[in-house]
T-cell receptor, first 112, second 114 residues
Framework: GQQLNQSPQSMFIQEGEDVSMNCTSS?????WLWYKQDPGEGPVLLIA?????ELTSNGRLTAQFGITRKDSFLNISASIPSDVGIYFC????????????FGKGITLSVRP | GAGVSQTPSNKVTEKGKYVELRCDPI?????LYWYRQSLGQGPEFLIY????????DSGLPNDRFFAVRPEGSVSTLKIQRTERGDSAVYLC????????????FGPGTRLTVT
C-alpha cells in the first residue's frame, strides 16, 4: 500500500529558530495534510494542500505541495515552546473513500 | 463549536473481555472514521462511515472488531475477546462529507488490555 516517509524521527531546535520537515512517498498523492499531536490528544489539522506547487501558510507555519506530488514540506518559523509535539504528514489513499495514510511523525523539541 | 468527543478517555480491561468505545462527531459531519494508533506510529485506518453505512471496513484487523453508526451520528467501536495486542489509542475523526479529506480528530480512547 501507499506509505509516507518522515525523517528524522526527532528534531531538537532552539527557541526562535526556524525548522523544516519533509514527507516523501513513492507514489503520487493528490492531497497533503499536516497534523500536530500533543501528548494525550488527537491530531490537530494544521494545513491542507490540494494542488501541486501550492504554498499555504497558517501563522508561522508554511507548507508546500511538491511539484512531483510525491513530497510535501512543512516549515515553522521563529519557533516557540508550544511548537513542541509530533508532526504528521498524511494523505488520502487512492480511491473514493478518503481514508488517510499517515507518516510515522517527527517529534519536535524546542529548547528555551 | 464542539469538536469530536470520545468516551471513555481511558479503558483498562482484562484479556478476553468485550469493550465498546464511543465517538460523537462534529454536528453535521456525515463522514466518520476510526483509526488506531500504537506508540511511536501514526494513526492507522480501521473503518469509514458515510452516513449510517460502513463504506470501507478494510482496516479492521479481524472479525473481533466491529463498528456501528445506527443513526448517522454517534458511532461505537466494539471489540470482542480482547487481546493484549489490541492495546492502543483508538481515534475517531469526522469530516464534512464524501471525499472529506480535512478530518478532525477526537482526543482518543486509550485502551489497555491486561
Amino acid at each position: 500500500g501507499q506509505q509516507l516517509n518522515q525523517s528524522p524521527q526527532s528534531m531538537f531546535i532552539q527557541e526562535g529558530e526556524d525548522v523544516s520537515m519533509n514527507c516523501t512517498s513513492s507514489s503520487i498523492f493528490n492531497t497533503w495534510l499536516w497534523y500536530k499531536q500533543d501528548p494525550g490528544e488527537g491530531p490537530v489539522l494544521l494545513i491542507a494542500l490540494y494542488k501541486a506547487g501550492e504554498l499555504t501558510s497558517n501563522g508561522r507555519l508554511t507548507a508546500q505541495f511538491g511539484i512531483t506530488r510525491k513530497d510535501s514540506f512543512l516549515n515553522i518559523s521563529a519557533s516557540i515552546p508550544s511548537d513542541v509535539g509530533i508532526y504528521f504528514c498524511a494523505g488520502p489513499n487512492t480511491g473514493a473513500n478518503s481514508k488517510l495514510t499517515f507518516g510515522k511523525g517527527i517529534t519536535l523539541s524546542v529548547r528555551p | 463549536g464542539a469538536g469530536v468527543s470520545q468516551t471513555p478517555s481511558n479503558k483498562v480491561t482484562e484479556k478476553g473481555k468485550y469493550v465498546e468505545l464511543r465517538c460523537d462527531p462534529i454536528s453535521g459531519h456525515t463522514a466518520l472514521y476510526w483509526y488506531r494508533q500504537s506508540l511511536g506510529q501514526g494513526p492507522e485506518f480501521l473503518i469509514y462511515f458515510q452516513g449510517t453505512g460502513a463504506a470501507d471496513d478494510s482496516g479492521l484487523p479481524n472479525d473481533r472488531f466491529f463498528a456501528v453508526r445506527p443513526e448517522g451520528s454517534v458511532s461505537t467501536l466494539k471489540i470482542q475477546r480482547t487481546e493484549r495486542g489490541d492495546s492502543a489509542v483508538y481515534l475517531c475523526a469526522s469530516a464534512v462529507g464524501r471525499g472529506g479529506y480535512e478530518q478532525y480528530f477526537g482526543p482518543g480512547t486509550r485502551l489497555t488490555v491486561t
